[in-house]
């Protein structure tokens, strides 16, 4: 059997190794310096390095004469005539229980939206993003603390060995397919760094201190929750991070506690917000 998996980023790289160790991989396609690129020289499987996938490019994939196409974290749109090119299908391992979720950030919109579960789904790719059939999905409880990269650390366990055993059904003509229902289908969009930005000037609307909380945990660790504020009658740029720790620009990293207790002439709102943290 040949399957050709696509994936950039250390995620990915989970469901990489499980595919690779239970059914074996015949070519991985990635970035230049991606986690991949390594595991694949590390494990002696043949890697296509990509960063847009050119008629050429899919020339090449086609030559493995692939059963199936794997896509994980993978960040580029698939064209219609590479999703054909597998003699059994193009599966994508996706970060929600579709239809919900669809798009490029579904693990940080769960979180945002204060979600107790989320999933993982393995759909066959269609030439609409996130729309195809569901061969199978698998439920997960989200953690009180959970960030978007201890999220995607689970699911992509999770889809790993689920990818494994649609690929097994398959094969042995026990996989269905089920179309989704695109009336309960919601889109995610590409993360900003503008996303992760603080307004402190809020603090007195209701529920502003819960919604914080689930941005420092659905931006970590990219593009995180930030904010502008006066320290030492300067301006900087303050990080927040998980497990009530912030970093002031050129700073280290430190306790709300300690900051409050080195820094006591802070911006009021600030201070504020901190406080009510502790």
Known sequence: MKIVFFGNTKHSLIGAEIIHKELGLSLVVTIPQSPLEKFAGEEKIPYLLVTKLTDEEIAKI?????????????????????????????LNIHHSLLPKYRGPAPAPAAILAGDKTSGVSIIKMS???????????????????????????????LGGNLAVSV??????????????????????????????????????????????????????????????????NKSSIIKFLPQKKLQVEGGKLMTYKDFLNGYPNADKKLVEFLKNNL
């Not at 493995?64 to 003699?87: A, C, M, S």
């Open 127 to 157: 030439n609409k993003v996130d729309a195809g059939a569901i061969f199978a999905q698998t439920e997960y409880v989200l953690k009180p603390d959970e960030t978007t990269d201890s999220l995607l650390n689970e699911l992509n366990l």
């Open 62 to 90: 086609a030559e493995v004469q692939p059963d199936f196409l794997v896509v994980e974290d993978y960040g580029l749109i698939l064209p219609t005539k590479l999703l054909e090119v597998p003699k059994y299908a193009s």
């Open 167 to 232: 690929i097994n059904d398959i094969l042995q003509d026990k996989a269905k397919a089920v179309p989704q229902d695109e009336s309960k289908a919601t889109l995610t969009k590409y993360m900003q760094k503008s996303d992760g930005y603080i307004d402190l000037s809020q603090l007195e609307i209701k529920n502003f201190e819960l919604k914080i909380g689930r941005m420092v945990r659905a931006y970590f660790p990219w593009p995180g929750a930030w904010t502008r504020s006066i320290v030492n």
